[in-house]
């Protein structure tokens, strides 16, 4: 009998090529395939450790679980495939509104943590969540305070560089920006379970924000299908543009 080559544990580089690989976008899910919630329950933990914006954290995780609340949010995802047989929708939602309250959380932390060994570095971290914060975060829909600041940033930028994002439509970017991170953290740890998922940006959003019962400033940055696959869920091979098409070097 031929010797089996003895297996080797993969990398943590070759596991995460694995991982990446595995992530599809799967529209049709298994009804009858084991599904343990808790791996999704797992992933939510692991997307609220991804990097974000000033670690302000303006994410929020709905799990739509229940065979009632499945009814009501799969006609809001357009009964997609991928939402009309998820084994569990999460919604992915921005929270831009709560930046105060979290930067106040951050602040505290920051406090519990420095004992005066570093006063400038302290003073630094302190400053950014009690002074810098509320310049940036501080908009109205109008535009007045973006324009001053944006004029303001305008001025500096022509003598030295300078950040230059901080209106209104500005700071919902960098909310969804993170946030949107966290979700592929959630998509990928997903992979890394056996399971599968699907991002949905196909949705009513005002109806979902009534159905989650979401104030007037949350947006629904993405409605994930999760579950596990049915073969015929991927549509197709993969499709990328060639990377010279988007990939650069300087
Ligand atoms: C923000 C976002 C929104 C998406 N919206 C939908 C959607 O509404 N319905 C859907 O079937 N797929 C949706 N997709 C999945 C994409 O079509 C898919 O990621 C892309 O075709 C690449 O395929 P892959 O994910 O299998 O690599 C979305 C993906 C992202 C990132």
């Not at 519990?112 to 060994?117: I, T």
Request: glycine fraction near 4%.
């Amino acid at each position: 009998m031929a010797q089996q080559p003895p297996q080797t544990a993969p990398t943590p580089a070759e596991a995460f090529d694995q991982v990446v690989n595995r992530r599809r976008s799967v529209r049709v899910f298994d009804a009858e395939a084991a599904f343990d919630p808790e791996a999704v329950a797992r992933s939510i933990d692991r997307a609220l450790l991804s990097p974000n914006s000033s670690n302000l954290q303006l994410w929020e995780f709905y799990r739509v679980r229940s065979p009632q609340a499945l009814a009501k949010a799969r006609p809001i995802c357009l009964n997609q495939n991928a939402a009309k047989t998820a084994r569990e929708l999460v919604v992915v939602v921005v929270r831009r509104d709560k930046w105060r309250q979290h930067a106040k959380a951050n602040l505290d932390f920051l406090k519990s943590q420095f004992d005066g060994s570093n006063p400038k570095r302290e003073r630094q971290a302190l400053d950014y969540y009690s002074k810098l914060m509320p310049i940036a975060y501080t908009n109205d829909p109008v535009g007045v305070a973006g324009l001053a600041k944006k004029s303001f940033q305008t001025a500096v930028g022509l003598v030295r560089p300078m950040y230059r994002e901080a209106g209104w439509n500005d700071m919902r970017v960098s909310a969804h920006k993170s946030v949107a991170l966290a979700a592929q953290t959630f998509m990928l740890s997903i992979a890394a379970e056996g399971l599968d998922s699907c991002p949905m940006e196909g949705f009513d959003s005002a109806r979902m924000k009534s159905l989650l019962g979401l104030p007037l400033l949350a947006e629904v940055s993405m409605v994930i299908g999760v579950g596990p696959r049915k073969p015929e869920g991927v549509y197709g091979p993969r499709f990328r543009v060639p990377r010279e098409q988007v990939v650069f070097e300087l």
